[in-house]
C-alpha cells in the first residue's frame, strides 16, 4: 500500500516532477496547423484540467461524474473541461474557463504546471490535458446542469499499473481496446482512464523521483 504523502517537502518534489515531464502551455495544436486536410472531419479542439489536490496528506485527483442528462457521456466520469472558445488564449484558458463553470474553482487559485500530449476521442475531440494543483478544502460549486457529483481518489491509486484493466469495445467492425480503472463504485474509463495511464507513462520514462519514492514506499 502506498503511503500518504505528508508536509511541503513532498509537495514540491511532485510539483517539481510534474513540471519536468510536461509540456509548456500553448494554444491547442490544432490552431497551429493550416495544412489543408482531406475530406475526413477535423476533429473538434477541447481541453480538461487535471486536478490535483493538495495540502492534506496524499495527494488526489479531482474528478467529476457527468449528469445524466446531458446529450455527451452522460454519467460518466472525466475531469472538467471542454472545447476551445475563440476567446481562450492557450489550453490552459480553455481548462480553467470550464473548470470555474463546472466545479466553481477561481483560476487564479489553480498553479498550472504545463500539459500533456493531445488524446482523440471516438467522438471526434482533439483534447489536451493540462495539469494543475488546487488547494485542498475547496469550496467546490457544482454546475447542477452537467455535473452530478465529484470525488477525490488518490493520485497513487490511479497511477497503480495493478488497478488497470485492458477492455474492449465494438466500433465500426473493429475491436478496439480501451482502460478501465474502478475507485470503489465508480467506473473510470475512455479518455478519462487513458489520460491517467499517460500521466504514468511519462512518469515513468523519466524515472521520476516522485514516483520511485511512492513505489517505495
Given at each position: ?14 510539483e ?6 510536461a509540456?509548456?502551455i500553448?494554444p491547442?495544436?490544432l ?6 486536410g482531406?475530406?475526413q472531419?477535423r ?6 484540467l487535471?486536478p490535483i489536490?493538495i ?7 479531482l ?6 442528462a446531458?446529450?455527451s457521456?452522460?454519467g460518466?466520469i472525466s475531469?472538467?473541461g471542454?472545447r476551445?472558445?475563440p476567446?481562450?488564449t ?17 483560476p487564479g ?6 500539459s ?8 471526434g475531440?482533439?483534447?489536451?490535458p ?5 488547494p ?15 470525488f477525490h481518489?488518490p493520485?497513487?491509486?490511479?497511477l497503480?499499473e495493478?488497478?488497470w484493466?485492458v477492455?474492449?469495445y ?6 478496439r481496446?480501451y482502460?478501465?480503472i474502478?475507485f470503489g ?5 475512455g479518455?478519462?482512464?487513458q489520460?491517467?495511464?499517460?500521466l ?12 520511485s519514492?511512492?513505489?517505495?514506499s
Amino acid at each position: 500500500m502506498t503511503a500518504a504523502i505528508p508536509g511541503v517537502p513532498a509537495q514540491a518534489a511532485l510539483e517539481a516532477t510534474l513540471r519536468a515531464i510536461a509540456d509548456p502551455i500553448g494554444p491547442h495544436p490544432l490552431l497551429l496547423d493550416d495544412t489543408p486536410g482531406d475530406d475526413q472531419p477535423r476533429p473538434t479542439a477541447a481541453a480538461v484540467l487535471v486536478p490535483i489536490v493538495i495540502g492534506h496528506g496524499e495527494p488526489e485527483v479531482l474528478l467529476t461524474v457527468r449528469h445524466s442528462a446531458l446529450r455527451s457521456h452522460p454519467g460518466q466520469i472525466s475531469f472538467p473541461g471542454g472545447r476551445v472558445d475563440p476567446v481562450d488564449t492557450d489550453v490552459a484558458s480553455t481548462a480553467l474557463r470550464e473548470t470555474y463553470e463546472e466545479v466553481g474553482i477561481e483560476p487564479g487559485d489553480i498553479r498550472v504546471l504545463g500539459s500533456l500530449a493531445p488524446y482523440l476521442t471516438g467522438t471526434g475531440y482533439s483534447v489536451v490535458p493540462v495539469l494543475g494543483l488546487v488547494p485542498a478544502g475547496y469550496p467546490y460549486r457544482l454546475a447542477d446542469d452537467e455535473v452530478a457529483e465529484i470525488f477525490h481518489a488518490p493520485l497513487s491509486f490511479l497511477l497503480d499499473e495493478q488497478r488497470w484493466e485492458v477492455r474492449e469495445y465494438e466500433y465500426e467492425g473493429r475491436r478496439r481496446p480501451y482502460f478501465e480503472i474502478w475507485f470503489g463504485r465508480y467506473r473510470i474509463w475512455g479518455a478519462t482512464a487513458q489520460m491517467i495511464v499517460s500521466l504514468q507513462e511519462r512518469l515513468s520514462r523519466r524515472q521520476a523521483p516522485w514516483l520511485s519514492a511512492q513505489r517505495g514506499s
